[in-house]
């Protein structure tokens, strides 16, 4: 799991988000246009590696 990143700003956040998107999104953009979706989630249960 990739550690968690801090932005100071929103500008920060958004840039980030932007190269990231930039290099790894099948449309090779993104902008304000951009669908997205966001989910959600909780651990239940943390099962141990064998």
């Known amino acids: ?6 932005h100071a700003t929103l500008a920060e956040w958004r840039r980030d988000h ?3 998107w930039a290099v790894n999104s099948p449309a090779g953009q993104l902008d304000d246009s951009t669908a997205v979706v966001m989910q959600e989630f909780r651990v239940v249960e943390r099962l141990e590696a064998e």
């Open 1 to 6: 799991m990739a550690p968690a990143i801090r």
């Open 18 to 20: 932007e190269e990231f």
